[in-house]
């Protein structure tokens, strides 16, 4: 068994591919990282190392035609935040505190919990570890933050419906995992709390719906 350091633009399948294997076969190699008999796996990062086996024998891997986020030989820092806070959530008698740390990060304070905090979620973990967020609570104001990639590990990503006058509209969270029909993603105010969750690709917006702070 040897290793591969994933590239800027690198699937499972492509991956598999290249070294001549199945896709079940890699799954087999990465149980950490895809669910076998399935074709859920997480979303690499470039620099992520993975097992493989065999020769390379496909092509070169593809460069994507949007630029990639990068620069992390880990998961990005933000994400690494985001996983910590999982089992937040909103408390039925008074307000949770953290999430009213949520809320003020975006300029909300003092506000209960049960208001719509996934925006706030996300701006409270990419400013916690260093990077500015979009500041506001609306998913309607995070539709042009930061710059366009495609789908990558730990991306801001964005689920219609979006409208300007509803804070509450749409969803946004830090993108986990992918599988043919869905986007699973870290996100806030998931059924009231942090948690990782599947949502389907239908929703997700039509124009650039992944987003990276820099």
Same mark, same amino acid.
């Given at each position: 068994m040897a290793q591969y350091t994933v590239q800027p633009g690198d699937n499972p399948t492509k991956i598999a591919k290249k070294f001549g294997l199945t896709l079940g076969q890699f799954q087999?190699?990465?149980?950490?990282?895809?669910?076998?008999?399935?074709?859920?796996?997480?979303?690499?990062?470039?620099?992520?190392?993975?097992?493989?086996?065999?020769?390379?024998?496909?092509?070169?891997?593809?460069?994507?035609?949007?630029?990639?986020?990068?620069?992390?030989?880990?998961?990005?820092?933000?994400?690494?935040?985001?996983?910590?806070?999982?089992?937040?959530?909103?408390?039925?008698?008074? #307000?949770?505190?953290?999430?009213?740390?949520?809320l003020?990060?975006?300029?909300?304070?003092?506000?209960?919990?049960?208001?719509?905090?996934?925006?706030?979620?996300?701006?409270?973990?990419?400013?916690?570890?260093?990077?500015?967020?979009?500041?506001?609570?609306?998913?309607? #104001?995070?539709w042009n933050w930061g710059r366009p990639v495609a789908a990558t590990y730990g991306a801001i990503c964005i689920l219609q419906p979006l409208t300007v006058d509803q804070a509450s509209s749409g969803h946004i969270g830090f993108l986990h995992a992918m599988d043919a029909t869905n986007v699973w993603l870290l996100s806030g105010n998931s059924k009231n709390q942090v948690r990782i969750s599947a949502y389907p690709k239908s929703k997700l917006i039509h124009n650039a719906p992944y987003r990276w702070p820099f």
């Open positions: 087999k190699l990465n149980p950490g990282l895809c669910t076998f008999g399935t074709d859920q796996c997480k979303v690499l990062f470039p620099g992520q190392l993975v097992n493989v086996s065999g020769q390379v024998t496909g092509l070169p891997v593809d460069t994507p035609q949007q630029p990639a986020g990068g620069g992390f030989s880990a998961p990005p820092p933000w994400m690494q935040i985001a996983i910590m806070e999982q089992g937040v959530q909103e408390w039925s008698q008074g #307000d949770n505190p953290r999430i009213q740390q949520y003020a990060s975006v300029g909300l304070p003092g506000k209960p919990d049960e208001t719509a905090w996934c925006a706030a979620f996300t701006n409270w973990c990419l400013e916690q570890s260093g990077y500015r967020g979009a500041k506001s609570g609306r998913v309607s #104001d995070w």
